[in-house]
């Protein structure tokens, strides 16, 4: 008989396992309700695809995520990846589903799949879409060929990587995309195909180690914008313990001039400041004069995903040339 690969689902909440008291109602409910064990439930099917052990470790809104749930994920990972487990599913809500799949994909050390996945409609809803896409994440989990590949979302049948991937839409279920990097692949009849192989951050091969750590360091982000307000909320929150501030620049990571020269003063007196855009896609651009000033150019990361790697980075180093090093190279 052959051996099913062995699969764990840790729940987190989401609108994968939202509800409301109305099949054609898909906003207003409450995520994060239903548990592990109904989600599973569900799908009858998953035992064709792997032995399947769970674990909720929380049920919540992904609005409401956290450092201590991230880090709770991270060890319980890597935990479990020191045993015969060959893949993990994270069942999670969408909202910020990018930010915990990225640092994820920086902190565990394994090449065994982890894969991310959710839902645009709740679980009452006719047509819910978490099903499906649990299904997909259960078989993406539990094929050899995704092993080596890093940390995943599987979403409306696509594969996408955990440095890439964005949220691109509200509503839709097709609500996922990798602007700059492309889809991995996509998963049809609980068959996975890859096509793309970037995995630009993979946990075993970076220099972060949140083993050890019961909470990570405080990082903000503040927008740029037209009459900008931001100059005084930079000081505000430097004046309340904020180690460090990702600016979502105009562009190609431009600032407004006010808020740039409050940065400015607040650089002096230790505050680290990367510079990322509030556009979709694209490098920032940082200015040679600028980046002597200690400003850190954060690449093509999204402000949300820049700030994971500015607090990983920050749990190494207060270089902002080592800092720069990081942001070239996850
Ligand atoms: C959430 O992120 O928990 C709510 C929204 C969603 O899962 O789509």
Not at 313 to 325: G, H, N, R, V, Y
Request: glycine share 8%; with cysteine; aromatic share 6%.
């Amino acid at each position: 008989m052959q051996v099913k690969p062995k699969v764990a689902i840790l729940a987190t909440g989401g609108t994968i396992a939202g509800a409301i008291d109305s099949s054609v109602v898909t906003t207003g409910y409450t995520a994060g309700v239903v548990g592990v064990e109904a989600l599973i439930k569900a799908i009858p099917e998953l035992v064709n695809l792997a032995d399947i052990s769970s674990n909720q470790i929380a049920n919540i809104n992904s609005c409401d995520m956290n450092d201590t749930i991230w880090l709770t994920l991270s060890h319980k990972i890597n935990e479990l990846f020191l045993t015969d487990i060959d893949g993990v599913v994270i069942t999670h809500g969408t909202d910020t589903m990018e930010e915990t799949a990225y640092f994820l994909s920086l902190v565990i050390k394994s090449d065994k799949p982890v894969v991310l996945v959710g839902a645009m409609r709740p679980s009452t809803a006719i047509s819910a879409d978490g099903p499906k896409n649990l299904y997909n994440a259960v078989a993406l989990a539990a094929d050899k060929n995704a092993k080596g590949k890093g940390v995943m979302i599987a979403m409306n049948d696509k594969i996408q990587g955990a440095r890439g991937v964005v949220k691109t839409h509200t509503l839709n279920v097709d609500a996922f995309s990798s602007p700059d990097f492309g889809d991995l692949g996509y998963i049809v009849d609980g068959k996975a195909t890859f096509y793309n192989s970037i995995c630009k951050a993979c946990g075993k091969n970076t220099p972060f180690d949140v083993s050890k750590l019961s909470s990570l360091p405080k990082v903000d982000i503040l927008y740029t914008y037209s009459n900008d307000g931001n100059a005084v909320a930079a000081r505000a929150l430097f004046e309340n313990g904020t180690k460090a501030l990702i600016i979502a620049g105009s562009g190609a990571g431009n600032i407004h001039k006010d808020q740039k020269n409050i940065l400015k003063e607040l650089l002096k007196q230790g505050l680290i400041v990367a510079v990322s855009s509030r556009i979709s896609a694209g490098l920032v651009a940082v200015s040679d004069e600028d980046k002597a000033f200690g400003f850190i150019s954060a690449g093509d990361l999204n402000p949300q995903k820049a700030r994971v790697l500015l607090m990983l980075a920050l749990t190494k180093t207060k270089d902002t040339k080592k800092i720069q090093e990081y942001f070239l190279k996850y």
